[in-house]
Structures are given as structure tokens and as C-alpha cells.
């Protein structure tokens, strides 16, 4: 059964993940992604441009489906291995405020959830999610 995701992270550090293929999330864990299991869906939300800094994003900022279920660590330097999931992201979408969908009663019910980094959503709110950031809909399946 298909499970739809939201991950926290910033706009740059999503950037890398889509050019690269991959998610990482939570600054590196592994249990998030060893829940989302291949087909499943993600949505990055982007609350500000870089880590650490002060510039607010607040968008949805890219969308993938899991390509496989292997999560694997990454050493982007001697001290820092985090963990990597790849993923499929959809290369056209479109970045969507979070001020856009603020007053969907679905989001209300979402968005305490943004402190944990990773969480489940329901396929109804994806729905609305995919649909503006243009995912075209043979990707729906």
C-alpha cells in the first residue's frame, strides 16, 4: 500500500537531494527513510533557503516517488556519514508557497507535525500537493 510522506529540510539542501537522486533526512538518520518503502511518495517543505540561516522559504519545494527500499550512509566528509534513500523526484515541479494551502483544513491538521521532520500524510492532501507543484498525472498511479 502506497504511504505519502513530507520531509523538512532546507531549499538548498533539497536542491542537492534532486540533483542528486537521493533524500536524506532528519540531519542524516536512518529510521525515516527505512519507512518509506519503494512507490511511496515525498514531499519536501522547505522552511527557509539555507541551514542554519535566516532567509524563509516556506514552500513545498520538490517531489519524488522512492525508487528503491536499500538505505545507505554517505560520508560527505570524515565525521559526518548520514543516510541516503534514493528517489525518483518529479525534475518540473513547481515550488508552492506554504501561504497557498494555509487555510486547507488538511493542512491544519499537518502542520504541528513540520517540528518532527518526517511524517505521514494522507493521499488526499498529497493529491492537492501534486497537483500544484504540475505533477502530471501518469505519475499519480
Do not use: N
Not at 8 to 28: K, P
Not at 43 to 50: F, G, N
Not at 80 to 98: H, N, S
Not at 133 to 141: A, H, N, Q, R, T
Amino acid at each position: 500500500m502506497t504511504k505519502y510522506w513530507i520531509g523538512v529540510a532546507s531549499a538548498d539542501h533539497v536542491e542537492l537531494g534532486v540533483a542528486g537522486g537521493f533524500s536524506q533526512l532528519c540531519h542524516g538518520k536512518e529510521a525515516p527513510l527505512k519507512q518509506m518503502k519503494p512507490g511511496d511518495w515525498l514531499v519536501y517543505y522547505s522552511p527557509k533557503q539555507t541551514l542554519g540561516g535566516d532567509e524563509k522559504r516556506q514552500c513545498f519545494t520538490a517531489i519524488g516517488r522512492v525508487k528503491g527500499a536499500e538505505v545507505y550512509p554517505f560520508a560527505m566528509s570524515e565525521t559526518f556519514v548520514p543516510y541516503r534513500k534514493d528517489i525518483d523526484f518529479f525534475p518540473d515541479a513547481k515550488a508552492i508557497p506554504l501561504h497557498d494551502i494555509s487555510t486547507l483544513d488538511a493542512w491544519q491538521k499537518y502542520r504541528s507535525s513540520l517540528r518532527y521532520g518526517h511524517f505521514e500524510i494522507d493521499k488526499a492532501f498529497f493529491l492537492v500537493l501534486a497537483e500544484k507543484m504540475g505533477l502530471p498525472m501518469k505519475y499519480e498511479s
